[in-house]
């Protein structure tokens, strides 16, 4: 089979980050294409990698707990982030798909669980402290360019087989297409939990790593604290 594997790639790095540890650039880079890689069977193909993912912030927030702004651009994720694109773009046979950051939704929110203890009046103003809060930036296009990407491949009948690493159901009406176009359409949520409706819009639920222990915590609520770089 001729394979194309498309990655979701604000999901993977979160789901990364949990399964296999902090990383630097280039290793965390390696790690992806040889994760992707457990997709392709001896018999098998690689059409090509696509990774789709949005260019860190530059955009200087508010924290709303010690009334200082935070400058992005300074912080060591967007240089990390910067350093993994570039080890990516060197990667055989991997195209990257840039979206966009809506910036006018950047800001500093209450984690839930923060907000649940205010509202019972377990904590207070005065409990708060800066693990409570956490940064929010939307994501704009990416899941566009995944659904527009999945139909052309399958209209053009460019695979035989489309691997898709993601954790959310946006990508149904896609999958569908694929689907009756007769491509093998294989969701790999890296243990994320999925809707029970979505098995019926896939050929395959596949994750190629060891399912983690049932007490850790979801890795998609890892937290996004930026730390300001050292210039000294």
């Known amino acids: 089979m001729k394979v194309a594997i498309l990655v979701d790639g604000g999901f993977y790095r979160k789901r990364a980050s949990f399964l296999f540890g902090d990383k630097n650039a280039k290793d965390r880079a390696d790690e992806l294409v040889k994760y992707c890689m457990?997709?392709?069977?001896?018999?098998?193909?690689?059409?090509r990698l696509f990774y789709y993912d949005c260019k860190p912030s530059e955009k200087t927030v508010f924290n709303p707990l010690t009334s200082k702004s935070v400058n992005l651009r300074k912080s060591v994720l967007y240089a990390w982030t910067n350093d993994f694109f570039k080890?990516?773009?060197?990667?055989?046979?991997?195209?990257?798909?840039?979206?966009?950051?809506?910036?006018?939704?950047?800001?500093?929110t209450l984690k839930p669980e923060t907000l649940k203890k205010l509202c019972r009046k377990e904590i207070t103003v005065?409990?708060?402290?800066?693990?409570?809060?956490?940064?929010?930036?939307?994501?704009?296009?990416?899941?566009?360019?995944?659904?527009?990407?999945?139909a052309s491949l399958a209209q053009k009948r460019l695979v035989d087989k489309i691997i898709l690493i993601?954790?959310?159901?946006?990508?149904?009406?896609?999958?569908?297409?694929?689907?009756?176009?007769?491509?093998?359409?294989?969701?790999?949520?890296?243990?994320?939990t999925i809707?029970?409706?979505?098995?019926?819009?896939?050929?395959?639920?596949?994750?190629?790593v060891a399912k983690p222990p049932n007490n850790n915590h979801d890795p998609l609520h890892i937290d996004y604290k930026p730390k300001v770089a050292d210039n000294h």
């Open 38 to 47: 457990r997709h392709i069977d001896r018999d098998d193909s690689l059409y």
């Open 126 to 150: 005065d409990d708060l402290c800066e693990d409570d809060f956490r940064l929010e930036i939307q994501q704009k296009g990416v899941d566009m360019r995944i659904g527009l990407d999945i």
């Open 166 to 192: 993601a954790g959310d159901s946006d990508f149904v009406p896609a999958a569908k297409h694929a689907r009756r176009e007769g491509i093998d359409f294989v969701l790999d949520p890296m243990w994320h």
């Open 195 to 208: 809707k029970d409706s979505l098995n019926e819009h896939i050929d395959g639920l596949e994750s190629k």
């Open 87 to 108: 080890e990516l773009t060197h990667k055989r046979k991997l195209a990257l798909r840039m979206g966009e950051l809506l910036e006018s939704s950047a800001g500093y």
